[in-house]
């Protein structure tokens, strides 16, 4: 009767033993598979900080000749036409016409490019808040002529120049 139990205990001693050894590698198999995850997580997290870091070179570039342009058509004046604003936009939508068209007609732009010239600088170039505060600040003065001019020479025209930007790169 000894015996049989003992056997019993044997087995489920061996049984346990190769649980346990399996429990173990489970565990380093999910540590190893947490590990990779991370290390692709960190990998995709650096990747992004580099995206952003260029995108931030390019908005700087952009963001100054964005202020140089603004001082420099703050010497022609044009009664309350916001002219420094009307040219970085649509200066910006010839540019970004050219590039959008660059990066996908011919798949001349890397993502790194892309970032740079696309998000930073044309992003830092061109103003979409302060087109939005000088269509407030003209109907605030009830200089509609000039507003509804604004307006529409900055639709008009920045359409337009996004569509021929895309147009001479074909």
């Known amino acids: 009767m000894g015996?049989?139990?003992d056997m019993g205990n044997s087995q489920l001693s061996t049984l346990n033993s190769q649980f346990s050894t399996f429990n173990f590698l489970a565990t380093?198999?999910?540590?190893?598979?947490i590990?990779?995850?991370?290390?692709?997580k960190t990998n995709a997290l650096i990747d992004m900080l580099k995206m952003m870091f260029l995108a931030g070179c390019g908005g700087f570039v952009g963001t100054a000749l964005r202020f140089l342009?603004?001082?420099i058509c703050g010497y022609i004046k044009l009664g309350d036409f916001p002219l420094g604003t009307f040219v970085v936009n649509v200066v910006g939508s010839l540019l970004i016409g050219i590039l959008f068209g660059l990066a996908e007609q011919r798949g001349?732009?890397?993502?790194?490019?892309?970032a740079v010239l696309i998000t930073g600088f044309c992003g830092g170039f061109?103003?979409?808040s302060t087109f939005a505060d000088d269509i407030f600040l003209l109907l605030q003065k009830g200089q509609w002529l000039i507003?509804?001019?604004?307006v529409a020479l900055s639709l008009v025209v920045g359409v337009l120049l996004v569509w021929a930007g895309r147009s001479l790169v074909r």
């Not at 380093?28 to 598979?33: D, E, I, Q």
């Not at 001349?108 to 892309?114: F, T, V």
């Not at 507003?147 to 604004?150: D, G, H, K, L, V």
Request: no cysteine; proline share 3%.
């Open 3 to 5: 015996d049989m139990r």
């Open 28 to 33: 380093l198999f999910n540590v190893g598979t």
């Open 35 to 40: 590990f990779v995850e991370l290390f692709d």
């Open 69 to 71: 342009t603004g001082k």
């Open 108 to 114: 001349a732009l890397s993502p790194s490019a892309s």
């Open 126 to 128: 061109t103003t979409f």
């Open 147 to 150: 507003f509804a001019t604004y």
